[in-house]
């Protein structure tokens, strides 16, 4: 457990009345612009190359409350949620994803993200990232459908809300709901790592046999020979916390997708073919197959990754597909392989509007472009336009509810920049004073937020203004 988790609740949610919702008063809110780190001597980790950077950005910022902001949320993973310690002599690295004591593979895959670049010349950040790839191996290794581990991993006791979950729970797992992405973002990770510094040394046996697992893992979710060993529900009032029919999902032809049964925010999927997930499956087995003949010659091991992702690319071509009534081609969200297709977009990533971002096509792909800009319309049932803001929300949350992480996105993602100065008036306005992101507010309200302390969103923010300060400075210096 993380030292002063409370102390860190209120420091960051200023006078939010709970953990997982706030609402925030303006008169109570923090005085302004005074930064809302940790003191340097209660910060989980420290980077002089962190550091140095925070302090080259702040100063192309023209506007005080956007420095803030970035000063605050950019170091928020490495200030407060992470875990050094030891593994059978080598390092490891176990990183919360804030006010939930475990660890997310996805979530502690992105939050570190943003430092990948600085860790080429800082050995103490090399150590961290050596120990989380670890730690991720070893996660894997546990159980590849697991999508939140424990610090303990021989731990028998999972989240409260997945202790009466209807699956195969193992030892060390927090929650098993069965998300494509769990098994992408470490491999997504590994590779950035080993391109920025050439380090080798977390890419051992143990390592080897985690990657096996997830090329074996994505092979049965095709379900060609039926549907496998994964099954999951919960007894639940909430619906999009459990499957149906037995916790296999809904009906589905096997085409050469990859199943999955929750998404990238935890909610069951609809259709079990995830067309977002399965486009970054497919860039994900790629860069394994880079990594496994760079690292380790296994050229035959590559070639199976390659032949998987062709195979899958092929089958989202087919069936992945929608058309608007001029034929423009954009990207479904979830389809079943019979022709039925859902058109929507979550906040999370990987989603539609995310695609790029995660390296799954570029930029300027027409089928993308279009894709984005349906998430950002009425189209859309999950994209919210309020008094407050617009963006994309998802039933995780419920209706009315932006995720800042959309907006975020948003910016990462826009070569255009007005789309881009809207998006960071509208994250410079719906932080209710607290001088870090959340997970949602009301689109009329950003007052009423949830999860005052989501690492993640905080992180991610982060990264915008990094890329800003890099590659369109003139947007940071007007105050």
């Known amino acids: 457990m993380i030292t002063s988790r409370r102390s860190l609740l209120k420091l960051m949610a200023g006078a939010a009345g709970g953990v997982m919702l706030g609402r925030v008063p303006m008169a109570l809110a923090a005085p302004r612009y005074v930064s809302h780190r940790p003191p340097p001597g209660q ?6 190359a962190v550091e140095a950077l925070i302090a080259r950005t702040k100063a192309k910022i023209g506007d005080p409350e956007l420095a803030w902001l970035f000063e605050n949320c950019y170091p928020n993973t490495l200030d407060t949620t992470v875990q050094l310690g030891s593994l059978r002599g080598k390092p490891d690295t176990f990183i919360v994803t804030g006010d939930i004591d475990a660890m997310w593979l996805r979530d502690s895959s992105a939050q570190v993200w943003p430092y990948v670049p600085l860790a080429t010349h800082d ?10 790839i670890r730690r991720q191996a070893l996660c894997i290794s546990i159980d590849p459908y697991a999508n939140a581990f424990l ?12 202790q009466q979950d209807l699956t195969d729970m193992h030892p060390g797992v927090a929650e098993r709901k069965w998300e494509i992405d769990s098994l992408c973002y470490p491999i997504r990770l590994a590779h950035a790592y080993w391109q920025a510094t050439g380090d080798q040394q977390p890419f051992d046996d143990d390592w080897r046999g985690a990657m096996h697992a997830v090329l074996a893992t994505f092979r049965e979710q095709q379900r060609k020979h039926g549907p496998g060993q994964y099954h999951f529900q919960r007894p639940s009032a909430n619906p999009t916390d459990t499957q149906f029919l037995g916790g296999y999902g809904n009906p589905t032809r096997p085409v050469g997708l990859i199943h999955e049964m929750f998404r990238p925010s935890d909610d069951a999927c609809i259709y079990p073919l995830s067309i977002p997930g399965n486009l970054f499956a497919v860039s994900s087995l790629r860069q394994l197959a880079e990594l496994a003949v760079a690292v380790h010659g296994d050229r035959a091991f590559a070639s199976q990754c390659t032949a998987l992702a062709d195979e899958v690319e092929q089958a989202l071509r087919k069936f992945g597909v929608m058309r608007d009534e001029r034929g423009n081609e954009f990207w479904a969200y979830e389809v079943d392989g019979y022709g039925n297709q859902l058109f929507m977009d979550d906040a999370n990533a990987p989603g539609l509007s995310s695609l790029a971002y995660l390296g799954c096509c570029r930029s300027d792909d027409a089928r993308y472009r279009r894709s984005r800009e349906l998430a950002w ?3 859309n049932p999950y994209f919210f336009r309020g008094r407050a803001a617009q963006g994309i929300g998802g039933p995780h949350q419920g209706l009315r509810m932006i995720w800042p992480m959309s907006i975020i996105m948003r910016g990462l993602t826009s070569d255009d920049d007005g789309e881009i100065r809207q998006c960071l008036h509208w994250l410079k306005t719906t932080h209710a004073g607290t001088g870090f992101m959340h997970e949602a507010f009301d689109q009329d309200d950003p007052a009423h937020f949830t999860r005052a302390w989501f690492a993640w969103a905080n992180t991610l923010f982060g990264e915008l203004i990094v890329q800003l300060a890099t590659q369109r400075p003139q947007l940071l210096r007007r105050a």
């Open 43 to 48: 910060r989980r980790f420290v980077s002089p």
């Open 123 to 132: 050995e103490p950040l090399r150590r961290l990232f050596r120990g989380l």
């Open 151 to 162: 610090p303990d991993p021989k731990s028998k006791t999972p989240l409260s809300w997945a």
């Open 377 to 379: 319309s009425p189209r």
